[in-house]
């Protein structure tokens, strides 16, 4: 069996048509990318049109590349959470606020201030903004009078991909956390309480139902400018994150590391506990639950010491050579706090500051800093885990800076656990929502 798999992300949608056995695209996976926009300093928003576009060219140009290969079904890795609000005869609202709008922190604020441990045991989550949509919708709805009268469904970035679809809309488990007025650690069940404490509408919300589910077949329209037949299945699909942690198959033991802008920790755990130091929710399918942490000192601080400091060297060159031999140099200069991505477990902005800093130091004593401070991050989004190092038996390191990770953790380095590099893991993944529940 061969199903097209669609792997929407922040920046760009990646599509392959896959072996459902193995998880292996046909062909090199097609990609298509998009811009967010950002009319403030806080904003990351994206009309949702240019996202159904780079979906849409993606697909076609995966499924004219595996050269008549029968696709029966199609799925979804999204990113999430992403609100997208419509109104009468589906018209979307207002642009999409992705997790990296920070626009909502006067009321993430409120809502902590308020409810603080109660909102994180219900939800699993504290109210974070860009992390969960129901904080995003509540100041839309402050910040533009008259949006609230107009609202005819609330959805995530996946549930309006697959009502474009199939023309039928459903969240999964995983989105349904992120939505903030839905019971991750209770019942189950959209949530009358944290509806009237955000002003969701219950009317408005979808069923939640299994990623594995099917929504309903491929609109014909869709299907004939895509190459694929009328009626093709078309499933929910789930997170992002949920998808890598599937095609990893995870189990006791085991860590997913994501490693991009920042790093993203995660482990399946049959129970939740909820933490502020980390993110818990629903897996996305089947009954589990998935526990999820972020080291600040990523991709994003790396590229910020290159641009910055070794601008003089191209980028082989730099992640190849310059970050190894730094790494471990004796400085006393210090990256301490080590914010230079901010902190996606914070409600208030985290800034980073060197310190220990004299005119003897160089470019290399700061970069030899931001590689400590990696290490020093990685222990503390272990602990954000609740993981006992000791314990873990297995990595598995996705994303493109995989291989300096690798060679700077010493958990990783020195062989006391068992560390698998595989890409595109949130696509392959996609492939394991055909598997038997």
């Known amino acids: 069996m061969h199903i097209l798999a669609l792997d929407i992300g922040t920046s760009s949608v990646k599509a392959a048509v896959l072996d459902q056995a193995t998880g292996d695209p046909v062909v090199h996976p097609a990609k298509a990318p998009y811009d967010l926009d950002h ?52 018209e979307v609202l207002s642009p999409v606020w992705t997790h990296l709008d920070r626009r909502s922190r006067p009321v993430a604020r409120e809502t902590w201030a308020k409810f603080g441990a109660e909102f994180l045991n219900d939800i699993g989550t504290r109210p974070l903004p860009g992390g969960i949509s129901a904080v995003g919708f509540a100041q839309q709805v402050r910040d533009t009078p008259g949006l609230k009268a107009r609202v005819r469904r609330y959805l995530h970035l996946s549930g309006w991909l697959g009502l474009r679809m199939s023309g039928a809309a459903a969240l999964d488990p995983a989105n349904a956390s992120f939505s903030g007025v839905y019971g991750t650690c209770t019942d189950h069940r959209w949530s009358a309480r944290w509806c009237g404490a955000f002003g969701v509408d219950p009317g408005w919300l ?78 996305g399918v089947g009954d589990k639950y998935a526990v999820v942490t972020h080291n600040p000192v990523g991709g994003a601080a790396l590229e910020w010491m290159h641009n910055l400091c070794f601008h003089d060297q191209p980028a082989d060159l730099f992640y190849g050579k310059t970050v190894f031999a730094c790494d471990g140099r004796d400085t006393d200069v210090t990256l301490d706090p080590p914010y230079l991505g901010g902190d996606r477990l914070e409600i208030e902005p985290r800034l980073a500051h060197f310190t220990h800093l004299s005119t003897d130091d160089t470019r290399e004593d700061l970069l030899a800093a931001v590689l400590e401070a990696m290490r020093r991050g990685h222990r503390a989004a272990l602990a954000g885990l609740g993981v006992d190092p000791s314990a873990v038996r297995r990595v598995v390191l996705t ?27 949130s696509l392959r993944g996609v492939a394991r929502l055909w598997d038997p529940g």
Not at 74 to 82: E, F, I, Y
Not at 399 to 422: F, K, N, Q, T
Request: glycine share 12%; proline share 8%.
């Open 206 to 283: 979808p069923p939640v139902v299994d990623g594995r589910d099917a929504l309903g077949g491929l609109r014909a329209d869709v299907a004939g400018a895509w190459g694929l037949t009328p009626g093709t299945p078309v499933k929910v699909g789930t997170a992002d994150t949920s998808c890598a942690m599937l095609a990893a198959r995870l189990g006791p033991g085991d860590i997913l590391h994501s490693v991009g802008t920042t790093q993203v920790l995660a482990v399946v755990t049959d129970k939740p506990a909820p933490d502020p130091r980390r993110l818990t929710r629903r897996y």
């Open 399 to 425: 994303g493109g800076g995989a291989e300096v990770v690798r060679r700077v953790l010493p958990e990783y380095r020195d062989g006391g656990v068992r560390v698998e590099e595989v890409e595109e893991l």
């Open 39 to 90: 009319p403030t300093p806080d904003a990351a928003e994206v009309p949702a049109e240019r996202v159904w576009e780079a979906v849409g060219h993606a697909a076609k140009e995966a499924v004219a590349a595996a050269k008549g290969v029968t696709v029966e079904g199609v799925g979804m890795s999204c990113l999430t959470p992403a609100l997208v609000l419509l109104g009468a005869d589906d």
